[in-house]
């Protein structure tokens, strides 16, 4: 078993159903990744989502994966967790137009 999660792509699967939150820690947050919709919630991404940032390029190899299984019944907090976090940090860091 490796330890470590830097670096590394995090699937959150949720059992039974099979549905996969991907994650990964980069340097100052956790990301949101989509892969399946090629979406990342880092701001590489943000600024040019034509190019397939960093955490999406490791998303697609297999060797960069780790799988940590969930239990359905956790599903609603971690999202709600997830995005609130998400949300609260691209609010902060996008400009007011
Ligand atoms: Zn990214």
């Known amino acids: 078993m490796k330890s470590t999660s830097n ?3 995090k699937v ?3 059992m039974p159903s099979g549905r996969c939150i991907w ?6 947050a956790e990301h949101w990744m989509a892969p399946s919709f ?3 919630s880092c701001p590489a991404y943000y600024y040019n989502p034509n190019v397939q940032c960093y955490h999406l390029k ?4 297999e ?9 359905d019944d956790e599903f609603d ?3 709600s967790a ?3 976090d998400t949300l609260k940090r691209q609010s902060t860091s996008l400009p007011d137009v």
């Open 23 to 28: 994650t990964m820690i980069g340097k100052e």
């Open 63 to 71: 060797e960069f994966i780790d799988y940590v299984d969930f239990s």
């Open 77 to 79: 907090g971690f999202i």
């Open 12 to 14: 959150h699967r949720f």
């Open 82 to 84: 997830l995005l609130s």
């Open 7 to 9: 670096g590394r792509v």
């Open 58 to 61: 490791c998303a697609s190899k």
């Open 38 to 40: 090629n979406y990342c």
